[in-house]
């Protein structure tokens, strides 16, 4: 639902008149500060004017500085060629699902800052394909091809500094799935000092095959050369941590399955294992309505549809009649 209806028009002019007395707003400015952008800093910030009216000009200046108005397709073609970062649909709420499949080899050669923007061009592109009403997005973090904890954790941790301090209230929930070995141990360390931690919940693939059933489970084929898990016609594919616990060949319907491992009997009491399962299992559920969308296979040009000027850029604008789809390595379905 829509922002504005928490607080009467006299609170919100209040702090575009701090604004305005600090510095008069440009037409731009005007146009991003209507009630609904005010109404979520105002929340961000306690109801307090003088702080909302600091923090919203804290971030029209960020926004100048970062070059919002000229973020375009064009700078980020091979990063939308391979899909590393996209919009791939909206939930039953009408919320844009954002995905970030980030390879090593960018990690290895692109700085925090060239992310960043990245990042915020994904975010801008969300935004614009957001419904009347709609104020929130849904972002999925999947992090089974990065191999440097420490890497990931300062891209993910940024990306939530990044969105808590520029785009108050717009984060529904965030998804990390399939992250390096040490990233939980990393993240305890770190959450209580981010503020989106709260609604940042960690995902195993292994965990939604499971919550998927048995008919799902029929239809999936193991490839020991990728940790990428999809879905598609004829079968998908099994992350690292899927092999490792479960033991997989070739399983269609008509074939012969093999057996899973036996699994550890469960507890007959409250044990802090069996409180971690039941909490697994809530993530779990909690990432269901996503899972469509992170198995549909990225097309770069349906993406580009989505981009209304001037961040659809000159590719968009040139080539509208080029269909093509373009998969990445790590999502390439096999026979």
Known sequence: MGFGRDHDNHTLQSVLQLLNKQSPLSPKQEKFCNNACVERFLKAKGESVKKAAKHLRNCLSWRDSFGIDHLMADEFSSELAEGMA????????????????????????????????????????????????????????????????????????????????????????????????????????????????????????????????????????????SSRFSDSKLGARISHLNARSRSFTVVRKGFMQEKAQPRTPKLSFQSPSLFSRSRAERNTESFVPYIKLYRRPYDEMIYRSKMRPPLGGLTSVLSPHITRTRISCSQRFFV
């Open 86 to 225: 996209y919009v791939a649909g909206h939930d039953d709420e009408l919320r844009p699902v954002m995905i970030f499949r980030i390879s090593p080899e960018y990690q290895k050669f692109h700085s925090q800052k060239l992310f960043n923007r990245l990042l915020v061009f994904t975010l801008e592109v969300a935004i614009q394909t957001m419904a009347k009403n709609v104020e929130q997005f849904v972002l999925l973090f999947d992090a089974s091809l990065c191999r440097s904890t420490g890497g990931f954790m300062n891209m993910f941790v940024g990306s939530l500094k990044t969105i808590g301090e520029y785009y108050p209230g717009r984060l529904h929930k965030a998804f990390v799935i399939d992250p390096p070995p040490l990233f939980s141990y990393l993240w305890k360390g770190v959450r209580p000092f981010v503020e989106l931690s709260p609604i940042t919940i960690t995902i195993s693939s292994l965990d939604f095959e499971e919550s998927a059933g048995l008919d799902d489970l029929t239809r999936l084929c193991f490839n020991s050369s």
